[in-house]
T-cell receptor
Framework: AQSVTQPDIHITVSEGASLELRCNYSYGATPYLFWYVQSPGQGLQLLLK??????LVQGIKGFEAEFKRSQSSFNLRKPSVHWSDAAEYFCAVALTGTASKLTFGTGTRLQVTL | NAGVTQTPKFQVLKTGQSMTLQCAQDMNHEYMSWYRQDPGMGLRLIHYSVGAGITDQGEVPNGYNVSRSTTEDFPLRLLSAAPSQTSVYFCASRLAGQGVYEQYFGPGTRLTVT
């Protein structure tokens, strides 16, 4: 079955430290890949996306993600975390040709300590 | 543009009551979707629509109905509310077209069924 796994439920980092959030997917082909962020009480905002081409993609708010086909991974990174980055982060995938079907991971909640 | 709007923001229902969650978008997006978000489970697709007059089931459609009479609106109906439908509901939309999978999310409706 197709699935998206975010193995870390909760991560705490200090402000200014680097961040990496993990995402693995299980699909027969390379899907389209996304990272969304959800601040408390808010909807989801797209951070970045990968369709094809350069495997290192840049997003908003200083985030980047790297697609590694051999590991079926799409990990999200940020070199220096700000307190305002505290939120929940969701990895999502969509198969080529599917309509609106995004499949989400279960999310990683990021806490930033000052 | 207002983007994707949802009403109401909060709702409390008694078991067995029915109600409609409203979703509208002003971006002329062909595709619209409804997701529910439950703790530890990420977002799961309930129903989606690829255009006016066309709807289909997602991962968790039981207990919900949808219709799409206009491009702008995509209401979600709960026929007979159950406590298991307590959740946060998100509506999303996107353009049609090959390779366009970025979805825009509304702010959500928090529903409690007692």
């Amino acid at each position: 079955a197709q699935s998206v796994t975010q193995p870390d439920i909760h991560i705490t980092v200090s402000e200014g430290a680097s961040l990496e959030l993990r995402c693995n997917y299980s699909y027969g082909a390379t899907p389209y890949l996304f990272w969304y962020v959800q601040s408390p009480g808010q909807g989801l905002q797209l951070l970045l996306k990968y369709f094809s081409g350069d495997t290192l993609v840049q997003g908003i708010k200083g985030f980047e993600a790297e697609f590694k086909r051999s590991q079926s991974s799409f990990n999200l990174r940020k070199p220096s975390v700000h307190w305002s980055d505290a939120a929940e982060y969701f990895c999502a995938v969509a198969l080529t040709g599917t309509a609106s079907k995004l499949t989400f991971g279960t999310g990683t909640r990021l806490q930033v300590t000052l | 543009n207002a983007g994707v709007t949802q009403t109401p923001k909060f709702q409390v229902l008694k078991t067995g009551q029915s109600m409609t969650l409203q979703c509208a978008q002003d971006m002329n997006h062909e595709y619209m979707s409804w997701y529910r978000q439950d703790p530890g489970m990420g977002l799961r697709l309930i129903h989606y629509s690829v255009g006016a007059g066309i709807t289909d089931q997602g991962e968790v459609p039981n207990g919900y109905n949808v219709s799409r009479s206009t491009t702008e609106d995509f209401p979600l109906r709960l026929l007979s509310a159950a406590p298991s439908q307590t959740s946060v509901y998100f509506c999303a939309s996107r353009l049609a077209g090959q390779g366009v999978y970025e979805q825009y999310f509304g702010p959500g409706t928090r529903l409690t069924v007692t």
